[in-house]
């Protein structure tokens, strides 16, 4: 899928079953009714932000719960990629939700802040530089919290994947890029290794992991992401 060169129609496809692989392994329902439930309230609006979204079905998945529930929030979601934006504003409108092309470094630059920025299966995809300019990043966009969820590798976990999806999205690329995604991503003492002080990991089921922030008690205190990032600069 990172590939500019990919076949059009396969990666459509694959943008088109995420919602369904993502009910199964994103546990965006726990992260939902655990972490952003309880900040949301049905007089007060609140804001939240998804981070590098794809298809945009983790974005639309909170959008409806939200409406479902009686909860005001607005969501924009980010992707610089030009094919998921294009995916993503292709699909049906739902109130509140905005799609953007766009990186977090964009919206920090414009002054932008959300109550609650999140990402789903992003960080594998990321380098040591790249991670940190997201977690500075986010700690300069949040209000309340960040939740970065993403997989956690194990065995069990490739070869449940690869035996559940064998038999299906055969022409997309739900199964090759989703065994590679698992071996590219962190396992839990790996990712607690890398997180800046002030950020905690939490394993969760189905063999994921939650990166998470909250804003010090003093907000006019530097972020311990951007200490460190100045500390190597």
């Known amino acids: 899928m990172d590939d500019p060169h990919c076949d059009a129609e396969a990666l459509r496809r694959t943008y088109a079953n995420f919602r369904y692989v993502n009910a199964v392994v994103s546990g965006l329902r726990h992260t939902y009714r655990h972490d952003i439930r309880p900040l949301l309230s049905a007089t007060a609006p609140r804001t939240l932000l998804d981070i590098g979204s ?17 909860l005001l929030l ?18 049906p409108a739902i109130p509140g939700l905005q799609f953007r092309r766009a990186h977090s ?64 999205f055969r022409r997309s690329y739900i199964r090759v890029d ?30 994921r992991l939650m990166l998470r922030w909250q804003p010090p008690p003093d907000s006019t205190r530097i972020s311990t992401a951007e200490k460190e990032r100045r500390a190597h600069a």
């Not at 298809?55 to 009686?70: C, E, I, K, P």
């Not at 991503?185 to 969760?204: H, K, M």
Request: proline letters at 5%; glycine letters at 12%; a neutral charge.
């Open 74 to 91: 607005t969501v924009t979601a980010i992707d610089p990629d030009a094919r998921a934006h294009a995916y993503a504003t292709g699909q």
């Open 54 to 70: 794809g298809g945009g079905d983790v974005a639309r998945s909170l959008a409806r719960w939200a409406v479902r529930d009686g």
């Open 178 to 207: 989703g065994l590679t995604s698992i071996r590219r991503s962190f396992t839990f003492r790996e990712l607690a290794g890398v997180a800046p002080p002030g950020w905690n990991v939490r394993r969760e089921l189905p063999y």
């Open 105 to 168: 470094a964009d919206l920090v630059a414009a002054g932008e802040r959300f109550d609650i920025v999140l990402s789903n299966h992003v960080l594998h995809h990321l380098g040591a530089a790249e991670l940190g300019a997201l977690l500075v990043d986010s700690e300069r966009l949040s209000r309340s919290v960040v939740l970065h969820g993403d997989i956690e590798r194990h065995p069990l976990a490739y070869l449940g994947f690869g035996l559940g999806t064998w038999p299906f």
